[in-house]
């Protein structure tokens, strides 16, 4: 049974920062294409970051620089450190994946997790 579980959300005063981790079980990571994906109220799910089995990492424009994804494949866990955290990065941030195409549209990832609030204040 596939199941992703987010951690690491929390509150922070603009300019700080994050570490959000995702811990998977029933698959291993390594074979997927795993994503950090993030809704804000009354906005659209949208992309972050996604990480690929083999290939590039893709970053959204907004979060370029500041976000970083990583894969830790011995404890099957993806971490998204966030550092220079802004208001506009208040959402809730999920963490999904994709045993087929690596994507930045959420519709295409077939396992998400419950989510993890970040909240920023200016």
């Known amino acids: 049974q596939v199941q992703l579980a987010e951690s690491g959300g929390g509150s922070v005063q603009s300019g700080g920062s994050l570490r959000l981790s995702c811990a998977a079980s029933?698959?291993?990571?390594?074979?997927?294409?795993m994503g950090w994906f993030r809704q804000a109220p009354g906005k659209e799910r949208e992309a972050v970051v996604n990480?690929?089995?083999?290939?590039?990492?893709q970053y959204s424009e907004s979060v370029k620089g500041r976000f970083t994804i990583a894969r830790d494949i011995a404890r099957n866990t993806l971490s998204l450190q966030m550092n220079s955290l802004k208001p506009e990065d208040t959402a809730i941030y999920y963490c999904?994946?994709?045993?087929?195409?690596?994507?930045?549209?959420?519709?295409?990832?077939?396992?998400w997790g419950q989510g993890t609030q970040v909240t920023v204040s200016s």
């Open positions: 999904a994946a994709s045993p087929r195409t690596c994507s930045m549209t959420p519709a295409l990832f077939t396992y």
């Open positions: 990480i690929p089995k083999y290939g590039s990492i």
């Open positions: 029933g698959f291993s990571i390594n074979f997927y294409c």
